[in-house]
């Protein structure tokens, strides 16, 4: 069909031109002459494909396919299947923080240095070690958190998918990932603290909830409403793009997952091998369908900083064990059980 309406569009291009007429009729006879070698070509691609269709070899080989399951007819691409639905978020659970937690964190808090405040307060002057502070008077307020995530972000793109030799031509999508790193600094309060907590608490997270709406992109991190994080810069500034690491192929109405490089084998569907990346084709009028999904979440350790009342732990964070001392930190802020038990290690560490 594309073929045609390239011949047309140029027979069109030469009754406009002003032209004598003998090169008219030399240049519409040319155009005539070319259009008929094209299309003995495509038919005689279609018989090709059609005698090994029917050929000996070929029905041996398609009722191997067939037994094994893996037999692709062009019916097994147009018919409408069920969308895939993905799986629910699990609940938050909070982290259960046991004596040897308190324990480890007290001497790691009497190692644990602050950073000189900008500021010249006396505050700051007096706090030299995070086991000057009296954990039972910490707020919300005091704690600022810093660090990064790296995630995969599923982009969808509108296109076609086009076989010329059976004139097959099917709306589709491609899905591509891009690694990303997302830097996040914020607060830690009532609103966010699930979320923060969860991060240092999994460090990988497998799936989660995703939305992206102008300045914020907000990472739902469990099935509890107010278990999130937030970032508050566009994507494209500090936000950290490679290429992208994978891709997939699927029918518009369906969930049908066309991998590269697939082997489809069909008595009137046939072709040795097709790569969907060339037989893909980008639909420029609807382009970018937008971001889809994250997956693959993963804590960038090294980058963690965290401020209390505006002084840093002098402390670079590495291992993933090391990541205990902060929940503990985290949770005293609303559970004064837990600040209780701290000012009292450390109490009895002084005695």
């Known amino acids: 069909m594309k073929k045609i309406i390239f011949f047309l569009i140029l027979l069109t291009l030469i009754l406009f031109f002003d032209l004598t007429l003998w090169i008219k009729v030399i240049l519409i006879f040319l155009l005539v002459i070319i259009a008929f070698i094209v299309l003995f070509f495509i038919e005689y691609d279609k018989t090709t494909w059609k005698r090994v269709a029917d050929s000996d070899e070929f029905k041996k080989a398609r009722n191997q396919h067939r037994k094994s399951g893996t037999l692709k007819e062009i019916e097994d691409f147009t018919k409408k299947v069920e969308t895939t639905k993905n799986l629910p978020l699990e609940q938050y659970k909070e982290p259960k923080i046991t004596k040897k937690m308190i324990t480890e964190f007290s001497f790691f808090a009497q190692k644990a240095k602050l950073s000189p405040s900008e500021d010249n307060s006396s505050q700051s002057k007096q706090l030299k070690k995070l086991s000057d502070i009296d954990f039972q008077g910490l707020d919300w307020a005091d704690i600022h958190v810093e660090f990064q995530l790296n995630a995969d972000v599923i982009t969808k793109w509108l296109g076609d998918i086009t076989i010329v030799e059976f004139g097959f031509d099917e709306i589709a999508y491609t899905l591509y990932g891009e690694e990303v790193t997302i830097p996040f ?69 369906g969930p049908e997952t066309w991998k590269p490089n697939i082997d489809i084998i069909g008595p009137e569907f046939y072709h040795e091998e097709i790569n969907a990346d060339h037989v893909f084709e980008w639909n420029s009028m609807e382009g970018d369908l937008g971001y889809v999904g994250v997956k693959n979440l993963q804590l960038d350790i090294p980058s963690i900083a965290i401020y209390v009342k505006d002084q840093e732990i002098d402390h670079q964070f590495i291992f993933k064990k090391e990541l205990r001392h902060l929940i503990v930190l985290l949770m005293s802020i609303y559970r004064k059980d837990i600040a209780q038990q701290i000012n009292q290690a450390l109490k009895a560490k002084d005695s």
């Open 185 to 253: 600094q914020t607060e830690f309060a009532k609103k966010n603290h699930k979320g923060i907590i969860k991060i240092f608490d999994k460090v990988n997270i497998i799936s989660c909830g995703y939305d992206d709406s102008f300045e914020t992109v907000t990472l739902k991190l469990a099935a509890d409403e107010d278990c999130y994080i937030e970032s508050r810069e566009e994507w494209g500034g500090s936000y950290d793009f490679s290429e992208s690491f994978e891709q997939s192929y699927h029918f518009y109405h």
